[in-house]
């Protein structure tokens, strides 16, 4: 801590620090997804995408993104359902004054305002396969997010990349809920394992 100054949110997560800058908000949109796999957003160099499926009775997904270039990125709904999912873009950028609080680090570089909308996390979810449902709760008046580290996913034993399950998201009021889902339709061939999971819960009320 080389200038001296950390902030953490009530579940212990390092939300400021003098010594590194933050992600920040830099816009939103919605896509309506009806099969299993659409390409949709565009999206820049350097940003990371979160998102949320709108309906609380619906699950989606979409694949861990860091932009390198790509044209697209891809959101998944359950096989044979419908839904609208609303995605978060955020980059590391040049962080504006602020109004009333800024932290620098020793280089004097401005590493936090009050003025730029940064990436509030709720937490770290983690674990070597995603068989049982894994569930974050949080306030009811917070708007859940989820920005996809590694998804847990079935793959047939020889090789091939035909996904017989992925892990996916529900975003109900006051929790999100991850958990594998079988999709009908792909190939029916044996499967093994779960593959590691990640993902990070994030508060974009208000965004």
């Known amino acids: ?35 299993f796999l659409d390409a949709s957003l565009i999206g820049d160099v350097g940003e990371v995408i979160a998102f949320r499926v709108n309906e609380a009775d619906k699950w989606g997904l979409t694949p861990p993104r860091i932009y390198t270039g790509q044209s697209t990125t891809k959101f998944a709904v359950k096989y044979g359902t419908s839904a609208t999912i609303t995605y978060y873009r955020f980059k590391y950028t040049g962080i504006a004054a602020g109004n009333y609080f800024e932290v620098y680090n020793a280089a004097g570089e401005r590493c936090f305002s009050d003025s730029a909308p940064f990436m509030r996390v709720i937490g770290f979810n983690s674990g070597p396969d995603c068989s049982n449902a894994v569930t974050v709760s949080h306030a009811t008046s917070i708007t859940a997010a989820v920005v996809a580290c590694k998804l847990s996913s079935r793959y047939n034993p020889l090789g091939g990349s035909a996904i017989l399950a992925a892990q996916m998201f529900n975003f109900a009021s006051g929790v999100v809920t991850a958990e594998n889902h079988v999709e009908s339709g792909l190939p029916g061939l044996p499967y093994y394992g779960y593959k590691n999971y990640a993902f990070l819960t994030i508060d974009v009320t208000g965004l």
Request: charged share 10%.
């Open 1 to 35: 801590m080389a200038a001296g100054l950390e902030v953490l949110n009530a579940n212990g997560i390092l939300q400021v620090t003098s010594d590194y800058k933050n992600l920040q908000f830099i816009g939103k949109g919605t896509v309506s997804v009806t099969s």
